[in-house]
């Protein structure tokens, strides 16, 4: 092999690994999972308090300011990732949707029960 080739590890399947490589690729998606969770709730928190308020008949003309700051926060989780040393190389399409859908999901609820405590207080 040449300096410019990397041999690759062929693929295990799941009866190939051992317990311990299940265990580090379970808290690998636990990890992930709980960063996804963290800046979605972020993301809700600051929209709440970044975007004023709606007026009486409940229109906000600056939501499309607060579902921006939700895909900022779907962008920077790779960032996040690769800062404190999760792989990111296995990752499919797949895996990147349930992290952006994770992160939609709880800035989602979030900003709504923000915004539903503000209008009942």
Same mark, same amino acid.
């Given at each position: %092999?040449?300096?410019? #080739?990397?041999? #690759?590890? @062929?693929?295990?399947?799941? !009866?190939? !690994?051992?317990?311990? #490589?299940?265990?580090?690729?379970?808290?690998?998606?636990?990890?992930?999972?709980?960063?996804?969770?963290?800046?979605? %709730?972020?993301?809700? *928190? /600051?929209? &709440?308090?970044? +975007? @004023?308020?709606?007026?009486?008949?409940?229109?906000?003309?600056?939501?499309?300011?607060?579902? &921006?700051? %939700? /895909?900022?926060? *779907? *962008? *920077?989780?790779?960032?996040? &990732?690769? /800062?404190?040393?999760?792989?990111?190389?296995?990752?499919?399409? !797949?895996?990147?949707?349930?992290?952006? &859908?994770?992160?939609?999901?709880?800035?989602? %609820?979030?900003?709504?029960?923000? /915004?539903?405590?503000? +209008?009942?207080?």
């Amino acid at each position: %092999m040449s300096d410019g #080739e990397t041999a #690759e590890q @062929p693929q295990l399947t799941k !009866k190939q !690994k051992t317990q311990q #490589e299940k265990q580090a690729e379970h808290i690998g998606r636990m990890k992930r999972t709980l960063i996804a969770c963290l800046l979605g %709730m972020f993301a809700g *928190v /600051l929209s &709440f308090y970044i +975007i @004023p308020s709606a007026d009486s008949a409940g229109i906000n003309s600056h939501t499309l300011l607060a579902f &921006f700051l %939700m /895909l900022a926060a *779907v *962008v *920077v989780q790779k960032h996040i &990732f690769m /800062l404190i040393g999760i792989g990111t190389e296995k990752l499919g399409g !797949k895996d990147w949707f349930y992290q952006g &859908f994770m992160t939609f999901a709880l800035w989602f %609820m979030t900003w709504a029960i923000l /915004l539903t405590s503000a +209008i009942t207080a």
